[in-house]
Protein backbone atom coordinates (compact mmCIF):
# COMPACT_ATOMS: atom_id res chain seq x y z
CA UNK A 1 0.00 0.00 0.00
CA UNK A 2 0.97 3.68 -0.85
CA UNK A 3 -0.62 6.38 0.69
CA UNK A 4 0.09 9.85 -1.12
CA UNK A 5 -0.57 13.12 0.91
CA UNK A 6 -0.77 16.50 -1.36
CA UNK A 7 0.07 19.68 0.14
CA UNK A 8 0.85 23.08 -1.47
CA UNK A 9 -2.75 24.14 -2.92
CA UNK A 10 -4.47 27.80 -1.89
CA UNK A 11 -5.59 30.65 -3.43
CA UNK A 12 -3.39 32.39 -5.98
CA UNK A 13 -4.03 35.18 -8.70
CA UNK A 14 -4.10 34.63 -12.12
CA UNK A 15 -0.62 34.89 -13.44
CA UNK A 16 0.99 33.64 -10.07
CA UNK A 17 2.72 30.65 -9.28
CA UNK A 18 1.96 27.51 -6.77
CA UNK A 19 4.12 24.43 -6.08
CA UNK A 20 2.31 21.33 -5.30
CA UNK A 21 3.87 18.83 -3.38
CA UNK A 22 2.90 14.81 -3.04
CA UNK A 23 4.52 13.05 -0.08
CA UNK A 24 4.15 9.12 -0.19
CA UNK A 25 4.27 6.67 2.76
CA UNK A 26 4.46 3.25 3.29
CA UNK A 27 6.20 1.85 -0.14
CA UNK A 28 8.66 3.56 -1.86
CA UNK A 29 7.66 5.40 -4.86
CA UNK A 30 10.59 4.29 -7.04
CA UNK A 31 8.74 1.83 -8.63
CA UNK A 32 5.88 3.60 -9.74
CA UNK A 33 5.20 6.08 -12.91
CA UNK A 34 3.94 9.45 -10.98
CA UNK A 35 0.92 11.55 -11.77
CA UNK A 36 -0.79 14.43 -11.24
CA UNK A 37 -4.72 14.55 -12.16
CA UNK A 38 -7.32 17.61 -11.24
CA UNK A 39 -11.06 17.56 -11.55
CA UNK A 40 -13.00 21.40 -11.78
CA UNK A 41 -16.66 21.68 -9.76
CA UNK A 42 -18.96 19.77 -12.43
CA UNK A 43 -16.19 18.74 -14.77
CA UNK A 44 -14.41 14.31 -14.95
CA UNK A 45 -11.04 14.21 -13.54
CA UNK A 46 -8.11 15.02 -16.13
CA UNK A 47 -4.72 14.49 -17.17
CA UNK A 48 -2.41 17.29 -15.83
CA UNK A 49 1.46 15.39 -16.05
CA UNK A 50 3.14 12.59 -15.57
CA UNK A 51 7.01 11.16 -14.68
CA UNK A 52 8.36 8.24 -15.56
CA UNK A 53 10.25 6.05 -12.37
CA UNK A 54 13.85 7.59 -13.11
CA UNK A 55 12.12 11.17 -13.34
CA UNK A 56 13.82 11.31 -17.18
CA UNK A 57 10.52 11.66 -19.23
CA UNK A 58 7.80 13.43 -18.46
CA UNK A 59 4.23 13.69 -20.60
CA UNK A 60 2.10 16.72 -20.10
CA UNK A 61 -1.78 17.46 -21.34
CA UNK A 62 -1.63 20.17 -24.19
CA UNK A 63 -2.95 23.43 -21.96
CA UNK A 64 0.07 22.20 -19.04
CA UNK A 65 2.77 22.32 -21.75
CA UNK A 66 5.11 25.26 -20.87
CA UNK A 67 3.44 26.72 -17.69
CA UNK A 68 3.68 23.12 -15.15
CA UNK A 69 6.78 21.24 -14.59
CA UNK A 70 6.31 17.19 -13.01
CA UNK A 71 9.55 16.26 -11.17
CA UNK A 72 10.42 13.76 -8.81
CA UNK A 73 12.85 12.86 -5.55
CA UNK A 74 12.77 9.34 -5.06
CA UNK A 75 15.29 9.34 -2.03
CA UNK A 76 11.91 11.90 -0.21
CA UNK A 77 9.54 10.29 -1.62
CA UNK A 78 7.64 13.14 -2.87
CA UNK A 79 5.92 14.05 -6.14
CA UNK A 80 6.16 18.03 -7.66
CA UNK A 81 4.37 20.25 -9.56
CA UNK A 82 5.31 23.60 -10.30
CA UNK A 83 2.80 25.69 -11.67
CA UNK A 84 3.38 29.04 -13.12
CA UNK A 85 1.28 31.58 -15.19
CA UNK A 86 -2.20 30.43 -13.72
CA UNK A 87 -5.08 30.98 -14.84
CA UNK A 88 -8.94 30.76 -13.32
CA UNK A 89 -9.16 27.95 -15.47
CA UNK A 90 -6.93 25.90 -13.50
CA UNK A 91 -8.81 25.79 -10.61
CA UNK A 92 -9.14 22.33 -9.19
CA UNK A 93 -8.72 19.79 -6.68
CA UNK A 94 -5.26 18.53 -7.71
CA UNK A 95 -4.84 14.61 -7.16
CA UNK A 96 -1.59 12.72 -7.42
CA UNK A 97 -1.35 9.41 -8.27
CA UNK A 98 1.26 6.53 -8.58
CA UNK A 99 1.02 3.71 -11.28
CA UNK A 100 2.40 0.20 -11.79
CA UNK A 101 2.10 0.60 -15.37
CA UNK A 102 4.67 0.39 -18.13
CA UNK A 103 5.21 4.01 -19.65
CA UNK A 104 4.12 3.09 -22.97
CA UNK A 105 1.09 1.46 -22.14
CA UNK A 106 -2.11 3.06 -23.70
CA UNK A 107 -4.40 3.01 -20.95
CA UNK A 108 -2.37 3.02 -17.72
CA UNK A 109 -4.12 2.39 -14.94
CA UNK A 110 -2.96 4.17 -11.52
CA UNK A 111 -3.27 2.10 -8.28
CA UNK A 112 -2.69 5.12 -5.48
CA UNK A 113 -4.56 8.59 -5.14
CA UNK A 114 -4.21 11.47 -2.97
CA UNK A 115 -7.18 13.08 -1.04
CA UNK A 116 -6.54 15.88 -3.03
CA UNK A 117 -5.28 19.73 -2.36
CA UNK A 118 -7.31 22.30 -3.77
CA UNK A 119 -6.12 25.27 -6.18
CA UNK A 120 -8.40 28.44 -6.62
CA UNK A 121 -6.96 30.76 -9.04
CA UNK A 122 -8.91 34.33 -8.94
CA UNK A 123 -9.58 36.80 -12.02
Known amino acids: QVQLVESGGGLVQAGGSLRLSCSAF????????MGWFRQAPGKEREFVAR????????TYADSEKGRFVISRDNAKNTLYLQMNSLKPDDTAVYYC????????????????WGQGTQVTVSP
Open 97 to 112: AASSSLWDSPHPKYDY
Open 26 to 33: GRTIRTYI
Open 51 to 58: VSRSGGYT
